[in-house]
């Protein structure tokens, strides 16, 4: 299990930006895939973004690709979520995931470890 917390959620107005950082406890963070997923009331939670351990290889949904970008500091056993162009719809809060594995996954199975979540709202 690895132990993560997510911060830099907030309110942003419809096209702003938002960064958000996740922070993981293990030394042993480089041997984890990593996700972004979220849940917006009323809805189940959804796949957002995935990195591979080493950062090489992302996968994105659909719906935030060419507006979010995933990446990972390994050094800092922290892996980011950089929002662009934000949208009402984005409007959710944002869970960061570590899969016991080297390759991403868009499959919230294939995760075993979660943080906390952190709020985004966008405004219109």
């Known amino acids: 299990q690895v132990q993560l917390v997510e911060s830099g959620g907030g309110l942003v107005q419809a096209g702003g930006s938002l960064r958000l950082s996740c922070a993981a406890s293990?030394?042993?963070?480089?041997?984890?895939?990593m996700g972004w997923f979220r849940q917006a009331p009323g809805k189940e939670r959804e796949f957002v973004a995935s990195i591979s351990r080493e950062g090489g290889s992302t996968y994105y949904a659909d719906s935030v690709k060419g507006r979010f970008t995933i990446s990972r500091v390994n050094p800092k056993n922290t892996v980011y979520l950089q929002m662009n162009s934000l949208k009402p719809e984005d409007t959710a809060v944002y869970y960061c995931s570590a899969r016991g594995s080297s390759w991403y996954s868009g499959l919230e199975a294939d995760f075993g470890s979660w943080g906390q979540g952190t709020q985004v709202t966008v405004s219109s």
């Open positions: 293990r030394r042993t963070f480089s041997g984890y895939a």
